[in-house]
């Protein structure tokens, strides 16, 4: 028996007035995963339970099978994990984010945040802009005085870690749930260690405005990656060995660190491949091919992760997300399913969004989302399509984090 759970971060949605009340979950013609909630069991699980933050790093851990409100301390160790960085104690890591600000001469503060990831800059140009910062005097003296390292990543997404630094009463803000605000009350604050990351985020935006990169990305009709955010800080954690919780022995695949992280930390060997961007330009069949080599090779239990619908959201690009919705469902869950069938066991198939992305706001959501459990062994099912609505009338989990029990048949 085979088990595979695919995540499309963020592509489940509340109804949107320009798609005529429909969600784009919807609007896509998504005829694989329609079948397989016709043929299985279609319900919804909260994966992100009341009170704790919305985001990808509470909901996966919860998809994982770890309960956020138990193993919850921070996005950023989990990212740092998937990116090799070892956290030594007392260590703080952050996510360092390349963000677009509005372009004028007021005052940094008044500057309005315009992309979450500095208008999708592409991984080369994002470690060139970093390395730039690294080699300014005034950036690499504030750093090196406050015990900060920079851990680059081929994407929007770098990490910093600070040495022995000072966590308590420090507040940041997600950069992606405040597109098109004014950074000032976004900065982070409450405590000395604020103020530190405040300069630091002040000077790197001089000294991006201007830098090639970015004059090239204007010339081009681009948003700037002129700033950079800190944000998703926390210190060093551990979580359960997931092959002895559930007795399974797999591994995960995606283009993001933070789900490499998650894997990292329960044991889960992580992949990704080439072609694998996190944007709607990622490589949905290389991926898949990679999930079924590794299930052939005796792996029982994989994860594929599609960062698309959410990037698309993010980014405002409704229609974006409708294609990446679809083109998950014809250009990896149909090819997933062709290859486990031709690889001759049966399978028991997790389809779901781990937390809703709103078009209206661009920003997440924690309530609920819809979910397909298949087993290939099984004719009959629900009956209905995979939508929101329709996940509403079948089973409902208030602790998400048992739905991969029910994977399991636990």
């Known amino acids: 028996m085979k088990f595979v759970i695919v995540i499309g971060d963020g592509m489940a949605d509340n109804p949107v007035p320009e798609l005529g009340g429909k969600t784009p979950l919807e609007c896509a013609w998504i005829p694989v995963m329609d079948a397989l909630a016709r043929g299985g069991e279609l319900g919804s699980a909260r994966t992100i339970p009341e009170g704790v933050a919305p985001g990808s790093d509470t909901a996966i851990l919860s998809i994982f099978g770890y309960d956020p409100r138990l193993f919850y301390a921070g996005r950023s160790p989990f990212e740092a994990a998937g990116s090799g960085v070892v956290l030594e104690e007392g260590d703080i890591s952050y996510r360092c984010n390349m963000i677009a600000l509005e372009e004028g001469d007021m005052p940094f503060a008044n ?112 948003l700037p990656a002129n700033g950079i955010w800190f944000w998703a800080e926390g210190l060093a954690l551990s979580l359960p060995s997931f092959q002895e919780k559930y007795q399974k022995e797999g591994f995960v695949l995606s283009a993001v660190p933070l789900i490499w992280g998650i894997g990292a930390l329960a044991g889960l060997r992580y992949t990704t491949v080439p072609g694998a961007t996190g944007e709607l330009d990622t490589d949905f069949e290389g991926k898949t091919k990679g999930i079924l080599e590794g299930l052939a090779q005796g792996a029982d239990f994989a994860v594929l992760h599609v960062e698309a619908p959410d990037e698309c959201t993010h980014n405002g690009d409704t229609a974006g997300k409708i294609q990446a919705i679809e083109w998950l469902d014809r250009r990896s869950i149909a090819l997933l399913i062709e290859g486990l069938r031709k690889q001759g066991e049966d399978f028991r198939l997790l389809i779901l969004s781990d937390h809703k992305t709103l078009t209206s706001s661009r920003g997440h959501d924690g309530d609920p989302v819809p979910y397909i459990l298949y087993d290939s062994r099984k004719a009959s099912g629900s009956g209905l399509d995979y939508t929101e609505a329709n996940a509403k009338k079948g089973p409902f989990l208030e602790e998400g984090h048992r739905l991969i029990e029910r994977l399991f048949e636990a």
């Open 111 to 222: 500057k309005r945040i315009l992309s979450h990831s500095g208008g999708s800059i592409d991984g080369e140009s994002a470690i060139a802009l970093l390395g730039s910062l690294l080699a300014d005097g005034q950036f690499r003296e504030c750093a090196e005085k406050n015990r900060f390292v920079f851990h680059p990543n081929p994407s929007f997404r770098h990490i910093a870690i600070q040495k022995k630094g000072v966590i308590e009463g420090l507040v940041t803000i997600p950069p992606h749930d405040h597109l098109g605000e004014v950074i000032g009350g976004l900065l982070p604050s409450g405590s000395l260690t604020a103020a530190v990351l405040r300069e630091m985020s002040e000077v790197a935006h001089q000294i991006l405005v201007h830098h090639p990169i970015n004059e090239k990305r204007r010339a081009e009709g681009k």
